[in-house]
């Protein structure tokens, strides 16, 4: 391999984590479907509050080859395998003999999967029940339009194939819509299972904040029993419930979730293989696709150099927000009396926040009220676009349609008015930071 340095070494890779869903974890693990594939706690023990014994490969391995010594017949291995929480239909597991890999170890958190469209799903569900479904979708469907919101006209309940992205639309209204209708267990216990999927998606992590994420799932362990009273559930035992135990240890182990987000990989699919495929001429394919994946690289990486320095440029000259921020051409309401926008847009301090802002391009400042501003008239723009950044709002733009537009636009004829706010957070912002500490507003 070429490595940073440009020197070429020869590398041994070990296999160290490994990302997949819960049906192939299973899988590569030789665990039972139904069961833990990275501890010993049965099926019928998952809604323990604990994890189990770990798996590890040499146990695994011992049931798989204590089964094979002491049967006869598939029938009798598979029986065998089974009885100890081992899926029986492998009988040599690919990572025998690895050095370094402990398969059980390896299998990461997944987000998207255990999390949106598992943990999510089942409290959807479980509250929609609880509360009324028709009476769930009434309220979704009366939310007013905001900024960064899915509007779901039709309500949430009547969608089938719910995608990941739809699910995460759900997750930030859910508990707004629930607020006053549910009993106070039920309302913490869907509080405390988001904060536990918002906190698991940190992209950085300390002490504190894993606390934070074991306390939100205390908190949810605590009142969870009310969806049993409510007649909803017998047990918990769920591997995707239980499999959150596993997310701190991992998160210790591998860093923050980011890291192994099956998302990415479906992405990485797309642009790697997929691009590469098509970039070459078909024969012989790989080399090409290997050099074409390595020119892209360098390709990318001169990119972020240019943008580093244009970055430090416009640093220099205060340019980031015009960076972030995009604007229509032309305005939606040209050369407008100031004393109007005041009243159309219900903001009777502009003129003043107007002399302010302007006051801070000044070398010396003003006594704002002192000084005339020397126009009457703007133009006057109703909406505006975040442009794609690394700062953090990528989750937010890639989710296509009129989420990404900012509105501020007066009411005008039977249309209502509309004036969004935008919490932004402020650089270098620090993970511990939770709720709308560390933020700012832009209204
Ligand atoms: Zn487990």
């Known amino acids: 391999m070429v490595c940073g ?24 693990a030789c665990a039972k479907s139904g069961t833990c594939p990275k501890c010993r706690r049965p099926a019928k023990d998952l809604q323990e509050k ?31 395998c089974m009885e100890s929480d081992v899926a029986g239909g492998v009988g040599e597991p690919f990572w025998k003999g690895f050095p370094y890999c ?22 959807l569900d479980w509250t ?21 919101v899915r509007h779901f006209k039709n309500g949430i309940s009547a969608l089938s194939q719910v995608t990941g992205g739809e699910r995460k639309d759900m997750a930030r209204i859910l508990l707004a819509c629930l607020s006053g209708k549910l009993a106070r267990p039920a309302l913490v216990a869907t ?34 029993k009310v969806f049993i009273d409510m007649g909803l559930r017998d047990d918990f035992n769920i591997p995707k419930f239980h499999a959150l135990l596993h997310y701190i240890p991992s998160i210790k182990l591998f860093g923050t979730t980011d890291n192994y987000n099956t998302e990415m ?23 090409q696709m290997a050099q074409w994946l390595t020119r892209q690289e360098k390709v990318a990486s001169f990119d972020r150099y240019l943008e580093y320095l244009v970055d430090q440029e416009e640093e220099k000259r ?59 008239h703007l133009d006057v723009f109703h909406s505006f676009k975040f442009k794609r950044d690394e700062t953090g709002y990528t989750e937010v733009m890639e989710s296509a349609g009129e989420r990404e537009v900012v509105y501020a636009r007066p009411s005008k004829g039977k249309q209502v008015a509309r004036f969004d706010t935008v919490v932004v957070y402020v650089k270098n912002e620090v993970a511990e930071s939770t709720g709308l500490e560390g933020t700012s507003y832009l209204a």
């Open 102 to 123: 402990d398969i059980h170890l390896s299998l990461t958190p997944d987000v998207l999967h255990q999390l949106y469209q598992g943990v999510f799903k089942y409290i």
């Open 128 to 148: 929609g029940d609880m509360f009324n479904k028709e009476e769930l979708d009434a309220c979704v469907r009366t939310l007013p339009p905001a900024y960064g």
């Open 318 to 376: 205060h340019l980031q927000l015009s960076k972030v921020v995009q604007l229509t051409k032309l305005p939606s309401r040209p050369h407008q009396p100031i004393t109007s926008i005041e009243d159309s847009h219900s903001c009777q301090g502009f003129t003043r926040a107007l002399k302010e802002y302007l006051n801070t391009f000044l070398d010396r400042t003003e006594n704002v009220s002192n000084y005339r501003l020397p126009f009457h």
């Open 5 to 28: 340095d440009g020197g070429v070494r020869r590398v041994h890779p070990i296999l160290a984590a490994y990302v997949a869903d819960y049906p192939e974890q299973c899988l590569v």
């Open 191 to 224: 509080r405390s299972i988001l904060d536990f999927i918002y906190l698991a998606q940190y992209t950085t992590h300390n002490d504190t904040t894993l606390q934070y994420m074991k306390d939100a799932l205390d908190t949810f362990h605590r009142h969870r």
């Open 50 to 80: 604990t994890t189990g014994e770990e798996r590890t490969p040499l146990w695994t391995l011992g049931i798989i080859d204590d089964a094979k010594r002491t049967s006869s017949t598939r029938h009798q291995f598979f029986t065998k």
């Open 265 to 287: 990989f479906e992405r990485f699919h797309i642009d790697f293989a997929k691009d590469g495929w098509r970039a070459s001429n078909r024969r012989d394919e790989r080399p």
